[in-house]
């Protein structure tokens, strides 16, 4: 069964760039991940999903700001241009033989 | 437009039962499988359990097995999670997902309802 481990939280100043990392501990390092933002209050929001190959593919309306990379067993997600409505908590999850798994989360706070 | 709205959600004694559903409109639904994702108070998100869009196909977190049954009724376009021996730790926000069914999204969730509140405690 996959383990996926994120960092507990990060912080980045208004209009600047942060980059949250997702580590695939267990499981194939091919295995797609996906992202998930969550916004205080709501429920969860499919951002995009990212291949073995590093390439990242967005769900609809989800701005330009954000964008998807791989490293090794590393997925990253990339914001840009970071705004106020980007403070929430990120989830990464994938699947693998009908089970799926989601990482603890990053509570990010935009400064 | 997907839509998912769920409900069932109560305040339940321990030991006790409870069915959620989840309504889907804006899709064909028997086309998608479909998941339960649950969130306790203050906590990440926790997959519960996965049905094929045939309803053949079920699937369990160990958390839940034996407990929980997952099922669908394809020509109301509804999902349903029927959970038994509830347990103090069962108490959560109850979101059910649709899988996107491969492609661009592979199988991520690229839809998810608001969410029912179960609250198990005597």
């Known amino acids: 069964q996959p383990v996926l481990t994120q960092s507990s939280s990060a912080s980045a100043s208004l209009g600047s760039s942060v980059k949250l990392t997702c580590t695939l501990s267990s499981g194939p390092s091919t295995s797609i991940i996906a992202w998930y933002q969550q916004q205080p209050g709501k429920a969860p929001r499919y951002l995009m999903n990212v291949e073995g190959s590093g390439t990242y593919n967005k769900g609809g309306g989800v701005p330009d700001r954000f964008s998807g990379s791989r490293s090794g067993t590393d997925r990253y997600l990339t914001i840009s241009n970071l705004q106020s409505e980007d403070e929430a908590d990120y989830y990464c999850e994938t699947w693998d033989s009908n089970t799926r798994v989601f990482g603890g989360g990053t509570k990010l706070t935009v400064l | 437009e997907v839509h998912l709205v769920e409900s069932g959600g109560d305040l339940v004694q321990p030991g006790g039962s409870l069915r959620l559903s989840c309504t889907a409109s804006?899709?064909?639904?028997?086309?998608?499988?479909m998941s339960w994702v649950r969130q306790a108070p203050g906590k990440g998100l926790e997959w519960v359990s996965a049905?094929?869009?045939?309803?053949?196909?079920?699937y369990y977190a160990d958390s839940v097995k034996g407990r929980f049954t997952i099922s669908r009724d394809n020509s109301k376009n509804t999902l349903y999670l029927q959970m038994d021996s509830l347990r103090a730790e069962d108490t959560a926000v109850y979101y059910c997902?649709?899988?996107?069914?491969?492609?661009?999204?592979?199988?991520?969730?690229?839809?998810w309802g608001q969410g029912t509140l179960v609250t198990v405690s005597s």
């Open positions: 804006g899709l064909t639904f028997t086309n998608y499988a």
């Open positions: 049905i094929s869009g045939s309803g053949g196909g079920t």
């Open positions: 997902a649709k899988d996107c069914g491969g492609g661009d999204c592979s199988h991520a969730f690229d839809d």
